[in-house]
């Protein structure tokens, strides 16, 4: 549309039958057989529409009566008639709209996000929060008081880690068993 100058909506829908045309003629092919082989839906296939275009899959109940689902836990509602599926096979059925359906058979089974792994706290939620200065000045003094802690053990390795400008290449290095250090 850039290369015929066209910039306008009107301007498009006049050059829309020519690419049409065009784009036929690159890319279709004749069918196979000339007929229309389409059917009609029946009014029992026309209600389950909606059905016959989920995403369905399976998923194994777990003892608490629990699967898996895009990276989320659900759960099924506990009682008299759903504890004997414990281990057993589900059919989830995902809707075009994003909803699902869980199905054991032609029972449908009462189901709730337990989990979703995909939660994400936004950064707005922890700078607003007013204690968190105090937390962290909390933190930041317990952090201290237990590196003074490491340091009246004497023990080299954590004073090595809690000071690294007292670490020079020349502390680092040993002698060998039997020679005594040059330095």
């Known amino acids: 549309m850039r290369l ?9 829908n006049k050059f829309l039958p020519e690419f ?24 029992v ?39 004997p599926l414990k281990f057993k096979q589900v059919k989830v059925y995902e809707y075009p709209y994003g909803s699902i359906k869980v199905k054991y058979g032609s029972q449908e089974l009462k189901t709730r996000k337990y989990f979703d792994k995909l939660q994400r706290v936004s950064y707005g939620e922890i700078v607003s929060n007013k204690r968190l200065g105090m937390t962290l ?23 090595k880690n809690l000071h690294p400008e007292n670490t020079t290449s020349a502390n680092l ?7 005594k250090n040059a330095n």
């Open 173 to 179: 290095r040993r002698p060998a068993y039997g020679l």
């Open 137 to 159: 000045e909390k933190i930041q003094i317990q952090q201290k008081e237990r590196n003074e802690q490491l340091v009246k053990r004497k023990s080299k390795c954590h004073f």
């Open 4 to 12: 015929r100058n066209i910039a306008t909506s009107e301007e498009g």
């Open 45 to 83: 296939e026309f209600k389950n529409l909606d059905r016959i275009f989920t995403w369905q899959s399976e998923r194994s109940l777990t003892k608490n009566l629990t699967f898996q689902y895009e990276k989320s836990l659900y759960m099924i509602e506990d009682s008299v008639a759903t504890r």
């Open 20 to 43: 049409i045309n065009s784009y036929n003629g690159k890319f279709g092919n004749e069918p196979a057989c000339s007929s229309n082989i389409h059917r009609e839906l029946s009014s």
